[in-house]
C-alpha cells in the first residue's frame, strides 16, 4: 500500500467514525437545539463522504438540501414548536426510566445491532466486481442528450422516476398548505447585517443556481442542486424580513410552483398521444428539450422549497 | 515535489494549525462571545492560508479567482453569521464572561 | 379516431391523466370538483380500453423512453395489475362521487387534488415492473394517504397522521435498503431482468427480507398493524374507504409480485411463519373488533383481519390459494370501501359513530344500512359474493393440500366477521327512546356505498371471467390443485 | 476507493442508530431526525458499492437514484415537520400517545 492510499484511507475511516459519532450524538442529544446543530454538521460530514465515493453530484445535493435546507427547516421547526413544547426533561429523554422501558431498550439495542453485524457481512459478501448499469449508460449516453451520465439517468434514461419526485415535491407542499399552513412569523426589525448580506448573497446565489442549471448537462449540477440554491435564495430572503405581496401569492405562485411538474407532464401527454413511448425524446431535440424540462424544473422546485420553508399557506382568497 | 509543493504544503499546514486554534478556542472558551471570537478570527486566517496553499498548486488563474470567491464569500457569511448570532445573544440576555 | 384510439398506451393514460387532473385541481380550486369528477370518467374510460386490449391480445410490457429495461424503467400490464388497476378505478370512481357531496368547500378544495395525487400515485404503482421506481410511487402513495389522512383535523386524526407518516416512511426506507441490495447482488432494477439473474444466496434472501419488513409494515400484517386502527378510523370517510380498501393493498401487490417474480423458491419455514403471523392477525383483528365502540374503529379492526388471511396464501402455496388471495383483495376492496363510506353516512347524518347509539339508523338511512349489511355478506363470505369465491378457492386448497388448519383458520375469521357484523345491524336497529337530530345525506353519498355494496356480492357471479383475466400473462405459482 | 466498502459499512450502521432512535425516543422531531440518519445510511449503502470497480467510472444510476430520494427526504421532512407542530398545537406535546390498544 503507497503512502497516499494509506493516507485516504485513514481519511476515510476518520470521516466514517465521524458520521457514526455525529449521528449517534446528535439523536441522542439532550437539547434539541444541539441535536439539530449537530445534524447540520452530519449532513456537512456526509457530503465529504460522497466527495470521497466519487459522487460530486451528490454531495452537490446534499450539501444544498441535506445540510442547507433541512437545516434550516429542522430551526425553524424548532423554534415555532416554542411554547408547546413540555418541560425540558421529558422532552428530551427516552420514553421512560422504569425497569420495563430499560429493558426494552436494551433489547431493541442488542436486536439491532445484531442487525448491524448482519447487514455488514452481508455488504462484504457482495461480488467485488460488479458494475451496475454504469456500461449501459455509457453506451447509450450519446444518444441522449447530454454528456453528464447523472443528468441523462435522472432526465432521460429514469425521466419518470423524476417526473414522479417532483410530485412528491408538489405534494408535500399541498399536504402543509392543506394543514392549513403555520401563523406567519412576527415581522421582526430589519437587520443591517442580514440586510446586506442578503442583498449581497442573493445575486450571487441566482448566479449560482444558474450556473449549476447550465453546468448540469455536461458536468456536476444539474436542476435539483439549482432549484436547491434558488430555494435557498427564498429561504434567505425570508429570514430577512422579505414578503411577498399579496397579488403574487396567489396565481402566479401557483403557476411557478407547477411549471416543471406541467412541463412534463405536457411532454407525456403529447407522447401518449403520438403514440410514442411514455416520455420518449425524439433523439436529435433530446438536448433542447432537457434543458427547457430541467429550467421549468429548477423555477418550481426552487419556489416549492421555499414555500416548504415558508409554509404559511396560500394567501389568496380560495385558502383563507 | 518540487518547491511550489513544499511552499504549498507550508502554507496548508500552517491554515491547518489557525482552524485547529481556532476549534481549541470554541471547546475551551467560556461563554458565546469569546468562542465566536475565537471561531471566526482564526478560521478566516486559517482558510485563507489553505486557499493561498491550493493557489500555488492551481492549474490556472480562473482555478485561484474561484478560490479567492470562495474564500471572500466564506469571510462575507462567517463574519455576518457571527454578528447575527452574538445579536441575538445579546438581546436574549446572555451576560458576558467577566472574571 | 379510432386510430387514435388503437395507438394511444392507455396504461400511460392511467398515469398521467390524474396526475394532471391534479394539478388541475391546485391551479384552480374553484374547478376542482368539476375537474375531479371528469378526469375520474378519463381514469374508467382508459382502463375500459385497456381492458379491451389486455383481452384481445394479452399482456405487454411498455419501455419508458424507450430505453428499456435494464437502462429505463418499464411498465407492466397484465392479469394481475389490469384486475388491481379496475378495482381501484371502480373504488375510485365511488370515492369521487361520494366526496362530491361529502366535504364542505373549504376542506373540498384541498382534498381533490391530493385525493387524485393518490390515485394516481397507485396506478403508477400496479404498473410498475421496476422496484427503485416502485419505491418513488410507494413514497408518493404514503405521502398523498397521510396528508388526506390529516385532513380531518382533529387531534386524533393529526397524531393518527404522525404516526402514519413515521411507518411509512420506515416501510419505505427499509424496502429501499433492500433494493440497495439487489441492485448491487444483482446489477439491475427490473423485475424481468431479475428474474433471470437471482439466485438463492444469502445476500437475495437479506435483501427480500428488508423489502418484506418494509412492505409488511406498510400493508399492516400483525404485529405491524398498530398504526392502522387509529389512522383508518380518524380518517375522513372517503379517505378511510381509500386507505382500507386500496392503499395497504398497494404494498401487498409489491409483495405478491415480488414474489412471483423474483423470488427464487418456496422456503415452507418461512412460508408457515407468515401463515402463523396472518393467522394471529384474523384472531386479533376479529377479537378486537367486536370489542370495538366505535363503528369506524370497527371496520378497521376488520381490515386487519382481512390483511391476515392474505398472508395465508403464503404457506397454501398453490396457484388456488394465490387466485383466492387476489380475488379477497378485490372483493375486499370493494365491500370495505362500501362500510367505510356507509360509516361514513352515519356520522354525517347522525354526527356520531358510537355503536351503542346506533338506534334508528335503519329508520333515517335504510340504505346506508343496507350497503353496509350487504358489504358484510362479502366480508363473511357468504354466497355469491366475491368474499365468498375467495375463501372457497383459499378453504379448498387448504383442504386439498392437507394443511386443514388454514382451512379453520379461515372459517374462524368468518365467523368473527359474522359476529360483528350482526351487532352493528342488531343496534341499528333497536327503538330510540328519544327522537334524535340529523342531518339529512345526500342521495349521491348512499347510492355510491350500496353500489359498491351490490358491487362486491355480484362479483361473485363474474367470478370465471375475473379469475380467467387475472391470470393473462402470469400463471401464478405453485401446483394446480387437481 | 478502497477494496472494502468502508462508507457502506458506515451506511448500514448509520441506518441501525437512526432505527434505534426511531423506536426509542418519544419526541417527533427526533424521530425525524432519525428518519433522516437512516435515510443517509441507506444512500451510503447505495452509493458506495456502485463505487467498488478499481479505475472505473463510478455507476451513475444509483447516484441519480439517491438524488431523487434526497429530494423525496426533504420534501418528506418537511410535511412532517409541519405536522408534528400542528399535533404539537393541538395536543400540547410533541409526542405520540402512547399504545393503548395493540
Redesign the interface.
Known amino acids: 500500500m503507497d503512502r497516499l492510499t494509506l493516507v485516504l484511507w485513514i481519511f476515510d475511516s476518520v470521516t466514517g467514525l465521524g458520521l457514526l459519532l455525529l449521528a449517534g450524538w446528535a439523536l441522542a442529544s439532550p437539547q434539541l437545539f444541539r441535536g439539530i446543530i449537530l445534524f447540520v454538521a452530519f449532513s456537512l460530514m456526509m457530503s465529504i463522504a460522497w466527495v470521497r465515493i466519487d459522487a460530486p453530484d451528490v454531495a452537490l445535493a446534499e450539501i444544498a438540501i441535506g445540510a442547507g435546507l433541512t437545516g434550516a427547516l429542522l430551526l425553524a421547526a424548532l423554534s415555532r414548536l416554542g411554547d408547546s413544547e413540555p418541560t425540558q426533561e421529558s422532552m428530551n429523554r427516552p420514553i421512560e426510566r422504569s425497569y420495563r422501558a430499560r429493558t426494552f431498550r436494551s433489547l431493541t439495542a442488542s436486536l439491532l445491532a445484531a442487525v448491524a453485524v448482519a447487514l455488514v457481512f452481508l455488504i462484504l459478501a457482495l461480488p467485488g466486481d460488479s458494475e451496475g448499469l454504469g456500461a449501459e449508460v455509457a453506451a447509450s449516453l450519446d444518444a441522449s442528450g447530454v454528456s453528464s451520465p447523472v443528468t441523462a439517468v435522472l432526465l432521460n434514461f429514469r425521466g419518470y422516476d423524476t417526473l414522479l419526485e417532483l410530485l412528491v415535491l408538489l405534494l408535500a407542499l399541498l399536504g402543509v398548505w392543506s394543514l392549513g399552513g403555520l401563523p406567519a412569523q412576527p415581522v421582526s426589525p430589519a437587520v443591517l447585517v442580514l440586510d446586506t448580506l442578503a442583498r449581497i448573497l442573493i445575486p450571487v446565489l441566482l448566479l449560482s443556481s444558474a450556473y449549476l442549471l447550465w453546468a448540469g448537462t455536461h458536468a456536476p449540477g444539474g436542476a435539483f442542486q439549482a432549484g436547491a440554491v434558488l430555494g435557498a435564495a427564498g429561504v434567505l430572503l425570508s429570514l430577512a424580513g422579505w414578503q411577498v405581496r399579496q397579488r403574487y401569492t396567489g396565481v402566479t405562485l401557483r403557476l411557478l410552483l407547477i411549471a416543471g411538474p406541467s412541463l412534463f407532464l405536457a411532454f407525456a401527454l403529447y407522447t401518449i398521444v403520438a403514440g410514442q413511448s411514455l416520455l420518449e425524446y425524439p433523439p436529435q431535440r433530446a438536448g433542447v428539450m432537457i434543458v427547457l424540462l430541467e429550467v421549468a424544473a429548477t423555477l418550481s422546485i426552487g419556489t416549492t422549497l421555499a414555500a416548504l420553508f415558508v409554509a404559511e399557506g396560500p394567501r389568496n382568497k380560495e385558502g383563507q | 515535489m518540487i518547491l511550489s509543493d513544499y511552499v504549498a504544503a507550508v502554507l496548508l499546514l500552517v491554515g491547518v494549525f489557525f482552524f485547529l486554534a481556532g476549534t481549541v478556542g470554541l471547546v475551551r472558551f467560556p461563554d458565546v462571545y469569546t468562542r465566536l471570537h475565537a471561531l471566526t478570527k482564526s478560521d478566516n486566517v486559517g482558510l485563507g492560508f489553505v486557499v493561498m496553499g491550493l493557489a500555488v498548486e492551481a492549474e490556472s488563474w480562473f482555478v485561484v479567482g474561484k478560490l479567492l470567491l470562495i474564500w471572500m464569500?466564506v469571510l462575507?457569511?462567517g463574519a455576518?453569521v457571527a454578528?447575527?448570532i452574538a445579536?441575538g445573544a445579546t438581546q436574549r440576555g446572555v451576560r458576558m464572561w467577566t472574571d | 379516431m379510432e386510430a387514435l384510439a388503437a395507438t394511444v398506451s392507455w396504461d400511460a393514460c392511467l398515469i398521467v391523466l390524474p396526475l394532471l387532473g391534479a394539478i388541475a385541481c391546485f391551479a384552480w380550486p374553484n374547478a376542482a370538483k368539476k375537474l375531479a369528477l371528469g378526469t375520474a370518467l378519463a381514469v374508467l374510460v382508459s382502463i375500459a380500453s385497456l381492458t379491451i386490449r389486455v383481452t384481445a391480445a394479452g399482456a405487454f410490457r411498455h419501455a419508458v423512453g424507450a430505453w428499456g429495461a435494464p437502462l429505463g424503467i418499464e411498465l407492466l400490464v397484465d392479469g394481475l395489475s389490469l384486475v388491481m388497476l379496475s378495482a381501484t378505478a371502480i373504488v375510485g370512481l365511488a370515492i369521487t362521487i361520494y366526496s362530491a357531496g361529502y366535504f364542505k368547500a373549504d376542506v373540498s378544495s384541498r382534498f381533490w387534488p391530493l385525493w387524485l395525487f393518490l390515485w394516481a400515485s397507485l396506478n403508477a404503482l400496479f404498473l410498475s415492473s421496476d422496484i427503485f421506481n416502485l419505491y418513488v410511487a410507494l413514497e408518493l402513495t404514503g405521502l398523498a394517504a397521510v396528508t388526506l389522512t390529516a385532513l380531518a383535523g382533529s387531534a386524533d386524526a393529526l397524531t393518527a397522521a404522525a404516526r402514519y407518516l413515521l411507518v411509512s416512511l420506515l416501510g419505505s426506507l427499509t424496502y429501499l435498503l433492500g433494493v440497495a441490495l439487489v441492485y448491487h447482488g444483482f446489477g439491475s432494477v427490473d423485475m424481468a431482468v431479475l428474474a433471470g439473474r437471482v439466485e438463492s444466496t444469502p445476500v437475495f434472501w437479506a435483501a427480500f427480507s428488508l423489502m418484506f419488513v418494509g412492505l409488511a409494515l406498510k400493508t399492516a400484517l400483525f404485529p405491524f398493524h398498530f398504526w392502522l386502527p387509529p389512522a383508518h378510523a380518524s380518517a375522513p370517510a372517503p379517505v378511510s374507504a381509500a386507505l382500507s380498501g386500496l392503499v395497504i393493498k398497494a404494498s401487498f401487490y409489491i409483495l405478491m409480485r415480488l414474489w412471483f417474480e423474483i423470488v427464487p423458491a418456496d422456503y415452507s419455514t418461512f412460508t408457515n411463519f407468515l401463515g402463523v403471523l396472518g393467522a394471529a392477525a384474523v384472531v386479533w383483528g376479529g377479537l378486537q373488533a367486536l370489542r370495538a365502540k366505535r363503528l369506524k374503529l370497527l371496520i378497521a379492526y376488520s381490515t386487519i383481519m382481512q390483511v391476515g388471511y392474505l398472508f395465508l396464501a403464503f404457506p397454501l402455496a398453490v396457484a388456488a390459494a394465490w387466485r383466492g388471495a387476489l380475488y379477497l383483495i378485490l372483493s375486499h376492496a370493494l365491500a370495505k370501501s362500501a362500510m367505510f363510506l356507509a360509516a361514513g353516512n352515519i356520522l354525517y347524518c347522525a354526527g356520531h359513530d358510537r355503536i351503542e347509539s346506533l338506534d334508528r339508523i335503519a329508520q333515517r338511512l335504510p340504505m346506508s344500512l343496507a350497503a353496509f349489511a350487504v358489504a358484510g355478506v362479502s366480508i363473511m363470505g357468504l354466497p355469491p359474493s366475491g368474499g365468498f369465491i375467495a375463501k372457497w378457492l383459499m378453504v379448498e386448497a387448504a383442504l386439498k393440500s392437507g394443511q386443514w388448519w388454514w382451512a379453520v383458520t379461515l372459517v374462524l375469521g368468518s365467523l368473527f366477521a359474522a359476529a360483528y357484523v350482526f351487532k352493528v345491524v342488531g343496534y341499528a336497529f333497536t327503538q330510540a327512546e328519544a327522537p334524535h337530530t340529523s342531518i339529512d345525506v345526500p342521495a349521491a353519498m348512499e347510492w355510491a356505498a350500496l353500489a359498491l355494496a351490490v358491487a362486491a356480492v355480484l362479483m361473485g357471479l363474474i367470478a370465471p371471467w375475473i379469475l380467467a383475466s387475472m391470470e393473462i400473462g402470469r400463471a401464478f405459482p405453485g401446483a394446480a390443485i387437481p | 476507493m478502497s477494496s472494502v466498502p468502508l462508507f457502506a459499512l458506515v451506511g448500514a450502521g448509520l441506518f441501525c442508530i437512526g432505527l434505534y432512535a426511531l423506536i426509542v425516543y418519544a419526541h417527533l422531531l427526533r424521530k425525524i431526525l432519525a428518519i433522516n440518519v437512516m435515510g443517509s445510511g441507506v444512500f451510503l449503502v447505495l452509493a458506495t458499492l456502485a463505487d467498488r470497480t478499481v479505475n472505473a467510472a463510478p455507476d451513475p444510476v444509483p447516484h441519480a437514484m439517491i438524488i431523487t430520494g434526497i429530494v423525496v427526504a426533504v420534501a418528506t421532512t418537511a410535511f412532517a415537520l409541519v405536522l408534528m407542530l400542528k399535533v404539537a398545537e393541538k395536543t400540547g406535546r410533541a409526542e405520540l400517545p402512547d399504545e393503548r390498544t395493540g
Open positions: 464569500l462575507l457569511a455576518s454578528h447575527l445579536r
